[in-house]
């Protein structure tokens, strides 16, 4: 199913999974015990992990939070952290928090 997903997606979708791997390394984790502390199955893990795009986005929010980076991905999205962003933050009728 990957040959139907834009280039860009299944290269993004890899480089993220390797991201993940390497959290769940650095942190001394095995597949197993990421699986069931995001209540997924390994086989589901495994496939996040080697960058399949077709993986549910709740997948992905559940898997950060087990290895502790939820906060870290959800701020990374965060528009009012880009110079584009806060230039425009008129459009999005809410204020940065600080």
Do not use: C, Y
């Amino acid at each position: 199913m990957t040959s139907e997903q834009p280039a860009k997606v299944v290269h993004a979708a890899k480089q993220i999974g390797d991201d993940f791997a390497g959290w769940r390394k650095i942190l001394g984790l095995t597949t197993q015990q990421v699986a069931e502390r995001a209540d997924i199955t390994r086989d589901t893990l495994r496939k996040l992990e080697h960058g399949d795009p077709t993986v549910g986005f709740h997948v992905v929010l559940k898997v950060a939070r087990s290895l502790g980076i939820l906060d870290t991905l959800a701020g990374a999205l965060d528009p009012l952290s880009t110079d584009l962003g806060r230039a425009r933050a008129a459009l999005l009728n809410r204020e940065r928090v600080r």
